[in-house]
Nanobody
Framework: QVQLAESGGGLVQPGGSLRLSCAASGSFSSITDMGWYRQAPGKERELVARITGGVSTNYGDSVKGRFTISRAGNTVYLQMNSLKSEDTAVYYC???????????????WGQGTHVTVSS
């Protein structure tokens, strides 16, 4: 099993910054990619940012130029700057891992961390 421990959410004013962290632990051979998704009330879950192989990144259109994803070992970070009210959502960490035995990758999700942007 793999556990994803998220932290860093909270309340911030518009224009402010937050940094989310997600640490993966458990039994796996390697992590192929990690990412952040978010879900606002009444909306579908959407991609925020994803990092593959520790180098290749892609972002949702609404966060380009404001958010930065990075990875160090088994931890992925999301630096969020110039936050807007529309960034308010539950942010979920996702990891795709290779098992210790076998070749079929598995996907795991974190429990989610709340981000509220409000004055």
């Amino acid at each position: 099993q793999v556990q994803l421990a998220e932290s860093g959410g909270g309340l911030v004013q518009p224009g402010g910054s937050l940094r989310l962290s997600c640490a993966a632990s458990g039994s796996f051979s390697s992590i192929t990619d990690m990412g952040w998704y978010r879900q606002a009330p009444g909306k579908e879950r959407e991609l925020v940012a994803r990092i593959t192989g520790g180098v290749s990144t892609n972002y949702g259109d609404s966060v380009k130029g404001r958010f930065t994803i990075s990875r160090a070992g088994n931890t992925v970070y999301l630096q969020m700057n110039s936050l807007k009210s529309e960034d308010t959502a539950v942010y979920y960490c996702k990891a795709r891992v290779m098992p210790v035995v076998g070749i079929e990758r598995a996907v795991y999700w974190g429990q989610g961390t709340h981000v509220t942007v409000s004055s």
